[in-house]
Nanobody
Framework: QVRLVESGGGLVQAGGSLRLSCAASGSIFSIPAMAWYRQAPGKQRELVAAIASGGSANYADSVKGRFTISRDNAKNTVYLEMNSLKPEDSAVYYC???????????????WGQGTLVTVSS
């Protein structure tokens, strides 16, 4: 089966930085796209950033210029470098990946368990 395991969340002061990681493992044929979403209390889950296998990326307007998404295709891992963090960035961050599973050969969406990011003012 396929798993996504996130790491790197925590508590940081406003203006600080954090780096999130998400590693995919299991019966993976390919991973066309990987992304980070976040969900703050009482709010809907929103897309933060996404990256295709070739490296093209897109960002939510609220994080442009502060966050950078990258991936290591050899390690099936996606990263989110978060700089100049603001209290409004506080949320549970979820990794999402569109994975073509070996033997099935069609894309399925997988989610990580989430990692909490808290930015204090």
């Amino acid at each position: 089966q396929v798993r996504l395991v996130e790491s790197g969340g925590g508590l940081v002061q406003a203006g600080g930085s954090l780096r999130l990681s998400c590693a995919a493992s299991g019966s993976i044929f390919s991973i066309p796209a990987m992304a980070w979403y976040r969900q703050a209390p009482g709010k809907q889950r929103e897309l933060v950033a996404a990256i295709a296998s070739g490296g093209s990326a897109n960002y939510a307007d609220s994080v442009k210029g502060r966050f950078t998404i990258s991936r290591d295709n050899a390690k099936n891992t996606v990263y989110l470098e978060m700089n100049s963090l603001k209290p409004e960035d506080s949320a549970v961050y979820y990794c999402n990946a569109d994975i073509v599973v070996s033997g099935i050969l069609r894309g399925l969406a997988f989610w990580g368990q989430g990692t909490l990011v808290t930015v204090s003012s």
